[in-house]
């Protein structure tokens, strides 16, 4: 079973990062927590540092200061591949299948376990589309079945952390609300879930708590009660958009 079984509260917890590209400073000062079993937003718009933060926590772009410390240790520059055994998975934009394999061959490209067959049993009850699926080619899928298989491929990992970036982009509306509706029976099952996205619908729709970011800095957190009686307001102040 996915989940963590640690009854600590706190998760994870993002420390005043600081991360580069090359000489430009990215991500300035920008802290964080997510509580176990949380679904937590990190709204913004395109450019801010949504994807760095992500690809920080899972050291992808290790921060050059501060630390990130998940399920009680230290990650801090810790290679991607240690972080994934400690239970962190991250899910990119752009998906990042293997269009040519097919879909079983894609999800069991992350285990080399003996519980592989209890594991494609779980995702495939989450993800029955997919079961049905599985040996056509994962390159002929449509975007959100696409999108699926990059989650529950994701899933595979055992992780008790889910880190995904923009999972809805580009996603028509009734496809979007399947996906959240499988985002909730994940978390549901003990995964807890951090998820950007430009898009404040979204964060509204299924997260616990939200955190706007600009520039490379969190300049506000708002709670799911707060952002429902505020969304007008913060949809217009950090996003630029008008109900």
């Not at 420390?15 to 090359?22: A, Q, R, S, V």
């Not at 290790?62 to 962190?88: E, M, Q, V, Y």
């Not at 708590?209 to 799911?224: F, L, N, P, Q």
């Not at 707060?226 to 949809?235: A, H, P, W």
Request: aromatic residues 6%; charged residues 25%; hydrophobic residues 35%.
């Amino acid at each position: 079973m996915w989940g963590n079984q640690n009854l600590s509260n706190i998760l994870l917890e993002v420390n005043d990062i600081y991360t580069y590209y090359g000489p430009s400073c990215v991500i300035r000062g920008l802290s964080l927590y997510v509580k176990n079993k949380e679904i937590v937003a990190l709204l913004g718009r395109n450019g801010n540092g949504k994807t760095t933060t992500l690809r920080s926590i899972m050291s992808l772009n290790p921060p050059k200061r501060g630390s990130i410390w998940f399920d009680g240790k230290n990650i801090t520059g810790l290679p991607p591949h240690k972080c994934a055994r400690l239970g962190l998975s991250l899910c990119l934009e752009g998906r990042g299948i293997f269009p040519g394999l097919s879909v079983m061959e894609n999800l069991r490209v992350p285990v080399c376990s003996d519980n592989q067959k209890e594991l494609l049993k779980q995702v495939f009850e989450i993800f029955p589309e997919l079961e049905s699926r599985k040996n056509q080619r994962a390159g002929s899928l449509s975007g959100g079945e696409q999108q699926m298989l990059a989650i529950a491929r994701s899933l595979m990992m055992k992780p008790k952390l889910l880190l995904l970036d923009e999972p809805m982009e580009g996603l028509a509306p009734m496809i979007c609300k399947r996906l959240i509706s499988k985002l909730r029976e994940i978390n549901m099952k003990g995964v807890t879930i951090l998820f950007s996205s430009s898009t404040a619908k979204h964060a509204l729709d299924i997260c616990d708590r939200v955190y706007i970011i600009e520039k490379g800095k969190i300049v506000a957190e708002y709670s799911k009660k707060e952002m429902e009686e505020k969304s007008s307001e913060i949809l217009q102040k950090y996003l630029g958009v008008v109900r």
